[in-house]
Antibody, heavy 119, light 108 residues
Framework: EVQLVESGGGLVQPGGSLRLSCTAS????????MSWVRQAPGKGLEWVSG????????YYADSVKGRFTISRDNSKNTLYLQMNSLRAEDTALYYC????????????WGQGTAVIVSS | EIVLTQSPGTLSLSPGERATLSCRAS???????LVWYQQKPGQAPRLLMY???SRATGTPDRFSGSGSGTDFTLTISRLEPEDFAVYYC?????????FGPGTKVDIK
């Protein structure tokens, strides 16, 4: 069964940092680009970042560029999102997603990990 | 950035009725690089349609997609109780990938 399991969410103060992880199973991780999509409480979906199979090319939404860094460890089947300089508007449920990079739609979603930025 | 606009914001219909959801892009979406997702409360989104008109695995044939360029449509021919949800379109032609704001289909 294809599965994406996120972890690392929590409560953090404005200006703080957090690293999200997503462990993939049930498919060949190295064959797929990966991405992060978030959803603020009661709001719609916002694509955050994507990364190609090798990790050499990354993509970011303007709202997080320069603050967030996406990476992957193909030996561990794990995707990461390092989030720095967090703001209240970054509060959201963060979904790990398979694909979701240019030319490739998201076809599998995780269940999400909640990030709350508040003092 | 390609901005997607969805209309209407909310569609109130009864089971058995036909639903027509619109998604309009600010720039042309190449090669029909548009998908639709369905999201129910408390759940992750689920892929419904890809490449504008191809049904994802498990999507019933009462769902159909059409369109090209800047105008796209998702049609549900006869609403079933499980179809009441929020529907998002998304373009994946170029970064940043963008979503529409969603159309909520609720029970009249």
């Amino acid at each position: 069964e294809v599965q994406l399991v996120e972890s690392g969410g929590g409560l953090v103060q404005p200006g703080g940092s957090l690293r999200l992880s997503c462990t993939a199973s049930g498919f060949t991780f190295t064959a797929f680009g990966m991405s992060w999509v978030r959803q603020a409480p009661g709001k719609g979906l916002e694509w955050v970042s994507g990364i190609i199979t090798s990790g050499d090319t990354t993509y970011y939404a303007d709202s997080v560029k320069g603050r967030f860094t996406i990476s992957r460890d193909n030996s561990k089947n794990t995707l990461y999102l390092q989030m720095n300089s967090l703001r209240a508007e970054d509060t959201a449920l963060y979904y790990c997603a398979r694909r979701g990079i240019p030319s490739y739609w998201v076809d599998v979603w995780g269940q999400g990990t909640a990030v709350i930025v508040s003092s | 950035e390609i901005v997607l606009t969805q209309s209407p914001g909310t569609l109130s219909l009864s089971p058995g009725e036909r639903a027509t959801l619109s998604c309009r892009a600010s720039q042309s979406v190449s090669s029909s690089d548009l998908v639709w997702y369905q999201q129910k409360p408390g759940q992750a989104p689920r892929l419904l349609m890809y490449r504008t008109s191809s049904r994802a695995t498990g999507t019933p044939d009462r769902f159909s997609g059409s369109g090209s360029g800047t105008d796209f449509t998702l049609t549900i021919s006869r609403l079933e109780p499980e179809d009441f949800a929020v529907y998002y379109c998304q373009q994946y032609t170029r970064s940043p990938l963008t979503f529409g704001p969603g159309t909520k289909v609720d029970i009249k």
